[in-house]
């Protein structure tokens, strides 16, 4: 059993910059992914960026490539997700996930759930 609890949402103007944290209660196992997705209202749960846990492999969205950056620290059974240039796109309820098996973008592979973290932008 893992709980995933996310912080670090937010206001912001756009152009700026939030830090999302995720952490972990239990034990997440190197062979795990873990991944951050957004939503907005009536829209699927979208991936943003996931890491794999023990080697640290990243992999990211096109559409936060060069603005987002996924990292971990192990010790802290942490995620984290840096979010720079935020823009009108971003706004959303953040999520961190994880998957026992192998990298995936489809929230259906996700085994457990954080609660959320809103991310607003102003223009």
């Known amino acids: 059993q893992v709980e995933l609890v996310e912080s670090g949402g937010g206001l912001v103007q756009a152009g700026g910059s939030l830090r999302l944290s995720c952490v972990a209660s239990?034990?997440?196992?190197?062979?795990?992914?873990m991944g951050w997705f957004r939503q907005v209202p009536g829209k699927e749960r979208e991936f943003v960026a996931g890491?794999?846990?023990?080697?640290?492999?990243?992999y990211y969205a096109d559409s936060v490539k060069g603005r987002f950056a996924v990292s971990r620290d192990k010790g802290e059974n942490t995620l984290y997700l840096q979010m720079n240039s935020l823009n009108i796109g971003d706004p959303a309820v953040y999520y961190c996930?994880?998957?026992?098996?192998?990298?995936?973008?489809?929230?259906?592979?996700?085994?457990?759930w954080g609660k959320g973290t809103q991310v607003t932008v102003s223009s």
């Open positions: 890491i794999r846990w023990g080697v640290g492999n990243t």
């Open positions: 996930g994880v998957d026992w098996g192998s990298y995936s973008t489809m929230a259906s592979s996700y085994e457990y």
């Open positions: 239990g034990r997440i196992f190197s062979s795990s992914f």
